[in-house]
């Protein structure tokens, strides 16, 4: 009886380990497999058939975390063990196993056989390792990064949000605005848990002293940017972005680009990644761009006014010398006779001061039109076609044509005058770019340069329609316009600058169709 109820116990236990999802087996000190349940059967590929009898380090090519010998050594003694072991499907496939072993010994104490149960954990490792990789590709990245990258803890401005909100706070964007003083106590409560290489360098302290609290280095300047990016995080945006000052160390300012970013995984941990870009050279650049065009629409307002008053000076003046010789002559016709003498003598030589004075400024005017020669300097032709070519990139874009920069690098210099220059350069970009306006097909605005024995040669070509026959000779004469909305200036602003310069310019069109206005200036 006590037999058959020990084998019905027995078999009853190996139903209860054959019906369990762990891959579970038992065997002998021998090696030789006794046991082998339905979850070994599905985790390695081996039947149940196959595997009894089996060594299992034969049978799964098993590796072991640590020598073998010192393993079955702590199992004799503790009576347990357990470890990753990576042993091979019969399909040929590698499973990592969390395996633990549990030593059974008979009644005398004699060990007698060992039962392993095994997890499939090969998933969740590999998901491990590619988190371990992903972080150690993030640290690398964080810290190598050209930009400034901050990771800040703001677990307290929770804090102050939500003590804010227990106070009877319900829209944050109107309380900020009627006590803007809360925008400062949100910047205090923000710390700085870590910093890479370039914030180091960028605000010129010690990775140490730049953790702690971010108020150190946030102008209040800037703060409403500071509290627009917490609005935004609020509103469960996933980035924010926006221009802002910073402080250095030793309490300077800079222009910065400063950027947000709230991953999932960030907002739980109370963290969030911030990106600061230096800016002040890009901002310093536009302040340049901004002046060279100040300088450019200067130039272009005195060319204007000197064509216009060469143009003009030659009209006006004649009926200005008329005034002023009838006035002569009447003076002389009233004194001979009986009127009013007096009256008469004093409006005459009004007319006189007044005429003489008008003809004397139209032509100190003409003279200062026609005989001002523009600075001279050497000027790098091809850099200074490069930064007039910056001007033009929104006309450009504007009207979806193509820039095509051909300079010859033996070009060298020309002596003149360097905003002029530009002026013509963009005076007869801005003829092509507009001449193509609305065409079909490629919209190529190419500016060329090259060398002509003493000559430089400067040639701006488009795919336009080209130059008429009829308006080739009246192409650069003050107030003739192919355009419906053009003043006829551009061109002969043009042409008079060059003519400065001791060059000439021309037009034709091109082999291929499209105007080419070809300017030659001789070289420095």
């Not at 002040?280 to 204007?304: G, I, M, P, W």
Request: charged residues 25%.
């Amino acid at each position: 009886m006590i037999t058959e109820d020990v084998d019905r116990r027995r078999q009853d236990l190996a139903e209860m380990l054959d019906a369990a999802h762990d891959a579970i087996f038992v065997s002998d000190l021998e090696g030789r497999i006794t046991f082998w349940n339905r979850g070994a059967a599905a985790l390695y590929g081996h039947a149940r058939e196959t595997a009894m009898g089996g060594d299992p380090d034969v049978l799964l090519a098993t590796r072991y975390p640590a020598e073998i010998a010192a393993i079955k050594a702590q199992l004799i003694e503790t009576g347990h063990w357990e470890g990753e072991l990576t042993r091979t499907t019969a399909a040929g496939e590698t499973v990592v196993v969390d395996g633990r072993w549990t030593l059974r010994r008979d009644a005398a104490g004699t060990p007698i056989e060992v039962l392993e149960t095994g997890r499939d954990v090969t998933a969740a490792r590999k998901a491990a390792l590619d988190l371990k990789y992903s972080e150690y590709r993030y640290s690398n990245v964080f810290r190598a990064m050209a930009v400034s990258f901050w990771e800040l803890d703001f677990n307290g401005l929770g804090e102050v949000l939500a003590d804010l909100q227990a106070k009877g706070m319900t829209d944050v964007r109107a309380y900020v605005a009627e006590h803007p003083e809360v925008i400062r106590r949100m910047i205090e409560v923000s710390r700085v848990v870590d910093v890479n290489d370039k914030s180091v360098a960028l605000f010129g302290a010690p990775r140490e002293d730049l953790l702690g609290s971010v108020s150190r280095f946030w102008p209040r300047s800037s703060e409403r940017v500071f509290a627009e990016s917490v609005f935004a995080a609020l509103e469960r945006r996933h980035s924010y972005e926006a221009e802002a000052r910073f402080c250095k160390a030793d309490g300077t300012e800079f222009d910065a680009l400063f950027t947000t970013c709230y991953p999932r995984d960030g907002v739980k941990r109370g963290t969030v990644l911030v990106g600061i870009v230096d800016i002040s050279d890009r901002l310093a650049a536009q302040d340049a761009l901004r002046k060279a065009e100040a300088d450019l629409a200067h130039a272009a307002r005195v060319s204007t006014l000197g064509e216009l008053t060469a143009s003009i000076a030659h009209e006006v003046n004649q009926p200005l010398a008329a005034i002023v010789t009838n006035g002569e002559a009447g003076l002389r016709w009233i004194n001979r006779a009986e009127p009013d003498l007096e009256e008469a003598r004093a409006a005459m030589g009004r007319m006189i001061v007044e005429g003489q004075r008008a003809s004397d400024i139209i032509s100190r005017i003409r003279a200062l039109a026609s005989n001002k020669d523009p600075q001279r300097a050497p000027v790098a032709l091809n850099a200074a076609i490069e930064d007039a070519a910056l001007l033009l990139k929104r006309e450009l874009a504007a009207h979806d044509v193509r820039l095509i920069l051909a300079l010859s690098p033996d070009v060298g210099e020309v002596l003149g005058d360097r905003v002029q220059l530009q002026q013509v350069v963009i005076n007869l970009a801005m003829n092509g770019i507009q001449a193509m306006a609305g065409r079909d097909g490629a919209r190529d605005l190419t500016l060329s340069t090259r060398r002509a024995d003493d000559r430089v040669v400067l040639e701006v070509a488009d795919t336009g329609p080209g130059v008429a026959a009829r308006d080739a000779q009246v192409l650069f004469k003050a107030f003739h316009s192919t355009k419906a909305t053009g003043m006829g200036m551009g061109l002969s602003i043009s042409k008079s600058i060059v003519e400065a310069h001791g060059g000439v310019i021309a037009a034709e069109t091109a082999q291929d169709g499209g105007a080419l206005f070809r300017v030659v200036l001789p070289a420095a």
